[in-house]
């Protein structure tokens, strides 16, 4: 039976595929029908959290099979637009096998970790066993489980200091700090593992992640964020009395670091053209995923300044830990590879939809409620 003599049928039970040839073949009341299909799903681990969320909506909206796992630590229910949320652990290997075989999981896409680079430094085991160790737990039950194809959320943080401040997929990786450490090993994993089985997959190391939904209905929910596009526009929004520029003495233009900050609607948009490359063939590989240019933290500022038209508050403090000058992103082979066309490389486009998601939360508090 080819994919052109299928049909979807829902049911409670979940997403079926019966011949279209056959109008009358339905799933018995007390049961899977002998002839139907399960149709094969998606499983999102950290899906309730800001770049997993969007991933999904985009999915669903595709009319993709799609399931949710997240633990809620960092995570929001109401983000989670049109698939089933299970609420678990991708560190619980019982509750992660049961998640695969329930939806026939046949890819993975893998969110679910802890990003804040200072909170690293200090406690580094914290981010060793949750991105590693809970990963390595994933992959052992996708392995068992025949999954096919696995995303993974993985930084640029990998890089470390690349030099120049452009980091390129085969720059080398020299992390300096636990959470760019720990984010490689799980690369690492998955590059054995791909090799020892039949799993392929994409690696995709984002760079500076901002922005929103530019429809309004996500968005980054959690008020005690760290990424700077979303602390200064809760400081735009009255949200916090002031905030901080950490150095303002690195060797980049204006003393203060440059990143490349890529929209998180096209960052979304690069998982779905990574999944159906690897549902045509495509081969394992990591690709960088910015805009390939950078601005620094007053250019930020200052468009944050022009879109709310308010003066901002800042306070200059020291460096922190772990922090690189400079980190932009060479990033031509995601558009070849994958055929990727950004959609929201503009600086603006970022800051005002942060903004506009910004007075949502202060609107409606009930979505940082769970």
Not at 98 to 109: C, D, I, P, S, Y
Not at 110 to 122: C, D, G, L, Q, R
Not at 218 to 243: N, S
Not at 343 to 370: G, K
Request: overall charge neutral; charged content about 20%.
């Amino acid at each position: 039976m080819t994919a052109g003599h299928l049909r979807r049928v829902q049911e409670t039970a979940g997403q079926w595929l019966a011949p279209e040839s056959d109008p009358t073949h339905r799933l018995p009341a007390g049961g899977i029908g002998t002839m139907a299909v399960m149709a094969e799903s998606i499983l999102v681990t950290g899906g309730a959290g800001y770049i997993g969320s969007h991933v999904v909506r985009q999915l669903v909206e595709r009319g993709e099979r799609v399931v949710v796992l997240d633990n809620l630590s960092t995570g929001y229910r109401s983000a989670v637009l049109g698939a089933p949320l299970v609420v678990g652990d991708t560190g619980d290997a019982q509750a992660v096998s049961r998640v695969l075989a329930e939806h026939n999981v046949g890819t993975v896409m893998h969110f679910a970790a802890h990003t804040i680079v200072p909170e690293s430094v200090s406690k580094p085991l914290k981010y060793y066993g949750n991105n590693t160790c809970a990963t390595r737990n994933l992959l052992e039950c996708c392995d068992r489980a025949g999954v096919k194809h696995f995303v993974f959320s993985s930084t640029a943080a990998v890089y470390g200091i690349p030099a120049e401040g452009l980091a390129r997929e085969e720059s080398p990786t020299a992390p300096i700090n636990p959470y760019g450490l720990s984010k490689l090993m799980s690369e690492w994993m998955l590059r054995d593992l791909a090799a020892a089985s039949a799993l392929r997959y994409v690696a995709l190391r984002y760079f500076n992640v901002a922005g929103s939904d530019p429809g309004g209905r996500l968005g980054h929910t959690a008020p005690t964020a760290t990424l700077l596009v979303k602390v200064a526009c809760q400081h735009a929004a009255g949200v916090r009395p002031a905030l901080q520029i950490f150095g303002t003495d690195y060797p980049t233009p204006d003393g203060t670091g440059v990143r490349d900050y890529i929209h998180v609607e096209d960052l979304a948009s690069a998982h779905l053209r990574a999944l159906d490359y690897l549902r045509n063939g495509g081969s394992s590989t990591t690709l960088n995923c910015g805009y390939g240019h950078g601005y620094s933290v007053r250019e930020v500022l200052r468009m944050v300044e022009r879109v709310s038209g308010k003066p901002l508050v800042i306070e200059e403090s020291p460096r922190r830990a772990g922090d690189p000058p400079s980190l932009v992103a060479h990033a031509e082979r995601i558009r070849a590879a994958l055929g990727w066309s950004p959609r929201f490389d503009d600086l603006e486009t970022i800051v005002r939809t942060q903004l506009e998601w910004e007075y949502r939360l202060q609107r409606e508090p009930s979505l940082q409620r769970n």
